[in-house]
T-cell receptor, first 113, second 116 residues
């Protein structure tokens, strides 16, 4: 069975600082990995996804994530935080056999001026 | 396309009442998902459909919950009778799975349900 662990339910960063959100997964088959963002009172929006090929994936709003199979990780980064990045971020995994996403617990990002 | 449409956006009801949440997926999408989000349990998949057929309902918490998809453009999630612990935000999402497992799920804005 697949599962996702996000380390840290809350992260506080200063504007302009690096954003690093950690995600580790377990999967019995090669996984497909996703990061979604949820702004207050809104649904989830896809930031980026890894399916096959290049392990460094670039997404919207300057975010990127790197798939590391040996570490079963898919950490999300952004070099310079912006106030508009304040939101909750979810890592998710699905296996090739189905379309069912399993989400991590989410990490809420606070950006300080 | 207007995206995934959910109604109502907010619902307040009393314990024991029937609640019906509605969802219109993006036109042409093959898959439809219902999720529940709470502080305690996070984001949980309740059920999903492929071509209007329920594929996996293992996340439906109990028999009080039921979901239908009578056609490709409409789905309902019903709770009868509702209980205070059902209070949550319910999301509907849809996707077009050209390659199964790889396609983005598009989420609706959610229905915030409060059961008093």
């Amino acid at each position: 069975a697949q599962s996702v662990t996000q380390l840290g339910s809350h992260v506080s960063v200063s504007e302009g600082a690096l954003v690093l959100l950690r995600c580790n997964y377990s999967s019995s088959v090669p996984p497909y990995l996703f990061w979604y963002v949820q702004y207050p009172n809104q649904g989830l929006q896809l930031l980026l996804k890894y399916t096959t090929g290049a392990t460094l994936v670039k997404g919207i709003n300057g975010f990127e994530a790197e798939f590391k199979k040996s570490e079963t990780s898919f950490h999300l980064t952004k070099p310079s935080a912006h106030m508009s990045d304040a939101a909750e971020y979810f890592c998710a995994v699905t296996e090739a056999a189905g379309n069912k996403l399993t989400f991590g617990g989410g990490t809420r990002v606070l950006v300080k001026p | 396309d207007a995206g995934v449409i959910q109604s109502p956006r907010h619902e307040v009801t009393e314990m024991g009442q029937e609640v019906t949440l509605r969802c219109k997926p993006i036109s042409g999408h093959d898959y439809l998902f219902w999720y529940r989000q709470t502080m305690m349990r996070g984001l949980e998949l309740l059920i999903y459909f492929n071509n209007n057929v329920p594929i996996d309902d293992s996340g439906m918490p109990e028999d009080r919950f039921s979901a239908k998809m009578p056609n490709a453009s409409f789905s309902t999630l019903k709770i009868q009778p509702s209980e205070p612990r059902d209070s949550a935000v319910y999301f509907c999402a849809s996707s077009l799975a050209l390659l199964v497992g790889t396609d983005e799920q598009f989420f609706g804005p959610g229905t915030r349900l409060t059961v008093l």
